[in-house]
């Protein structure tokens, strides 16, 4: 079967990318297969013939493709949001007294609601920087750096502008400064080249499911350095089992129990699709795709658009008089095309591009076609302009 030629869904136009990807790579489906036909193996936790050990081998290729200098500190988990509250949580457990946290209006709710549970309970004070042209500028977290402030979390990609922050100054300066810095590349990482060895940032955290092609369930962390991240979780990891003390060793000090073992085998497949297309051919799909859309969108003079010139392939608009849940329920039902609607997890940033009300969002994939995007932004006129006559 081909990639989005799937039974019920022919014909369908996914325009919802930036949520999960589909279709999956069909290298991504046979792994996930093949990894439940065999018996689950991981080497140090069970013992099975001659089956892949997708833990360690994902492991390896995902360091190899983040530039992460050490294989073991890459961590598995469920999705960015675990991701997000280990090493959030993890890191304020570790402290004596309320400090002072940095994040930015740009982010998502899996960075905004764990920090602000830990204001709500005194443990942080915290100050959400704003952004200036999509962008978080250096200047704007300098400002907001106060004498007790440890810890700054900041996404690398918005899912709502589609904007690439420029991390590395970011990273350079809170290292010099010692404020530990922790980045959500869930939307960066599958569309754009990462080289964690020129961004010295202290926790890097992605997702499977969206750009990397995985399946739904599987995520993850790098951590260079774990000391600085309270084990939130303990139990099983199948190494030291006399000791009631978690082990200390990276992986398993922060992977306990079974893991998503399809999960892991479709990040591993994934990872590898995207390394045999190539980054470069990736983002140069993903921009001729976005700038043709954006195109089409700016012909009808009642489709605001939010982010004319996107880094990643995230259109976001509404449409002047309908309701934005209407224009997406229009388009899923008389034209088979599958959008986003609402504030996209990510409220800071519609208080600032639309008062509020939310957008109409459509993110493309590798496997999205520039026909696709055609009739899609037909579609999307056709109800602009049926709406205003
Ligand atoms: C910027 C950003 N961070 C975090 C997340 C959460 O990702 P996950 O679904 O893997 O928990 C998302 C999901 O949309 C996102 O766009």
Redesign the pocket.
């Known amino acids: 079967m081909e990639p989005g030629q799937q039974n019920e869904c022919e014909g369908l136009i996914y325009l919802n990318n930036?949520?999960?990807s589909w279709p999956k790579p069909p290298g991504v489906i046979a792994e996930v297969t093949k990894s439940l036909q065999n018996p689950y193996f991981e080497q140090g936790r069970t013992t099975a013939g001659g089956a892949i050990d997708y833990p360690a081998a994902a492991r390896e290729t995902l360091a190899n493709f983040f530039h992460a200098e050490k294989t073991d500190h890459i961590i598995f988990t469920?999705?960015?949001?675990?991701?997000?509250n280990q090493l959030i949580h993890g890191f304020t457990w570790n402290a004596t007294a309320p400090f002072h946290t940095i994040t930015t209006e740009?982010?998502?709710?899996?960075?905004l609601r764990p920090l602000h549970a830990l204001e709500m309970n005194g443990t942080i004070t915290l100050t959400t920087v704003p952004f200036t042209h999509h962008q978080i500028r250096l200047a704007a977290i300098k400002d907001a750096i106060r004498a007790d402030t440890r810890l700054v979390v900041m996404?690398?990609?918005?899912?709502?502008l589609g904007s690439v922050q420029d991390i590395k100054p970011i990273a350079e300066y809170l290292r010099a400064n010692d404020i530990f810095f922790i980045v959500?590349?869930?939307?960066s990482a599958g569309h754009i080249p990462i080289d964690l060895t020129c961004m010295p940032v202290d926790a890097f955290?992605f997702?499977?499911?969206?750009a990397l092609f995985g399946i739904?369930g599987i995520?993850g962390f790098y951590l260079p350095d774990p000391t600085a991240i309270a084990i939130t979780k303990q139990g099983g990891t199948g190494s030291d089992s006399g000791s009631l003390r978690q082990p200390m060793e990276m992986p398993t000090r922060f992977e306990s129990g079974t893991h998503n073992y399809p999960g892991i085998a479709s990040l591993y497949a994934g990872v590898q699709f995207i390394e045999g297309v190539g980054l470069a051919a990736i983002e140069r799909k993903g921009r001729e795709l976005t700038q043709s859309f954006i195109q089409a969108l700016k012909k009808t003079d009642t489709i605001v658009i939010y982010n004319e010139s996107p880094d990643l392939p995230i259109v976001s608009f509404s449409i002047d008089g309908i309701n934005n849940s209407e224009v997406g329920f229009i388009l899923a039902r008389a034209y088979n095309v599958i959008t986003r609607t609402g504030l996209?997890?990510?409220p800071l940033i519609h208080q600032r591009i639309d008062g509020g009300s939310g957008c109409v969002r459509a993110s493309f994939s590798w496997f999205t076609t520039l026909e696709e995007c055609r009739v899609a932004t037909d579609a999307i006129r056709e109800v602009a302009e049926s709406a205003h006559r």
Not at 106 to 111: F, P, R, T
Not at 155 to 160: C, P, R
Not at 207 to 210: M, P, R
């Open positions: 930036a949520a999960t469920q999705n960015a949001t675990d991701s997000l740009l982010e998502h709710n899996s960075v996404t690398h990609g918005s899912n709502v959500d590349g869930a939307q955290v997702t499977g499911h969206k739904p995520g996209h997890c990510a």
